[in-house]
């Protein structure tokens, strides 16, 4: 899906500056996000994740370099990143930021009525987006009275009534429990099924290996851009580091079984999938 895709969103040589004699938060980025495709961001805090995710959805503009929204530059002013807000949905780690209404529905409908769309189109995307994240029976209900992970895909439902091309999911998952976690993941990959394109921030690995390509920052730079696969095999085989992020579980038993003469090269780095591994290549030795 990504390979002929024309890019939806480009970053080219990005920098971001916070104080003009201060590091940059991020340093000389380029990025391609392309429609139906999964990215997910990698980082230590620090690393220049959420200011990623803030220039991505148009909240602010790069110090330097460029942001082309389908071919064309966005500019650096409200107006000229108006277009890139409108393409690029936001879901932030605490979903109480983001709620501003007294039901339901009506947090949904925000967005769309911020755009003066007519009222049977509103109806027609809230109604949409509340049946995508399974809130339907929750519609009247006030957001103070959800739970943790229906506040979340509350988030998600306001950002999916505008019809972005792209959503942008930062550090959604980190205050979830497991089930709230799993169905919010869930939601994403129909999204990504669906044709939009999914940017998931995280500092959860095991998270990342669903991802179409993984993208690692380190101090506001760009150290890794490429599938996941090869990255977790060279965290395995002590040829990577990753400072701040604890490796996945999968890929410390395959350190750990590679360091007592066992070697591993899994296809992936779920554990079932490294223990598999493990008995072959013990069988064959």
Do not use: C
């Amino acid at each position: 899906m990504t390979g002929g895709t024309p890019p939806l969103l480009r970053l080219e040589g990005v920098t971001v500056r916070y104080r003009p004699d201060g590091p940059p938060a991020l340093a000389e980025i380029d990025l391609t996000l392309r429609a139906g495709e999964w990215v997910s961001v990698l980082g230590a805090n620090g690393s220049g994740k959420s200011t990623l995710a803030r220039v991505l959805a148009g909240l602010i503009a790069p110090t330097a370099g460029a942001v082309i929204l389908r071919g064309a530059p966005v500019g650096a002013t409200e107006t000229g990143l108006w277009p890139l807000r409108q393409a690029v949905g936001l879901v932030l780690q605490n979903p109480e930021d983001q709620i501003v209404a007294a039901t339901v529905e009506d947090d949904v409908a925000f967005g769309p009525e911020n755009r003066a769309l007519p009222p049977d189109e509103i109806e027609r995307r809230v109604t949409a987006a509340l049946r995508r994240t399974g809130l339907e029976a929750l519609r009247s209900v006030e957001p103070a009275r959800l739970s943790g992970g229906e506040k979340q895909r509350l988030a998600v439902a306001g950002a999916l009534a505008v019809e972005p091309a792209a959503l942008v999911f930062d550090e959604a998952t980190s205050m979830l429990d497991a089930e709230a976690r799993a169905r919010l993941l869930a939601v994403m990959r129909e999204e990504q099924a669906a044709g939009r394109a999914i940017v998931h921030i995280t500092h959860e690995l095991e998270e990342a290996e669903v991802a179409s390509r993984l993208v690692v920052l380190d101090r506001g730079r760009l150290r890794y851009d490429g599938p996941p696969a090869p990255f977790f095999t060279a965290l395995a085989e002590g040829r990577l580091a990753l400072p701040g992020l604890l490796p996945p579980f999968g890929v410390r038993l395959a350190q750990d079984l590679t360091a007592r003469g066992i070697a591993v090269r899994p296809a992936r780095f779920d554990p079932e999938a490294v223990v598999e591994a493990a008995w072959t290549s013990a069988s064959k030795g």
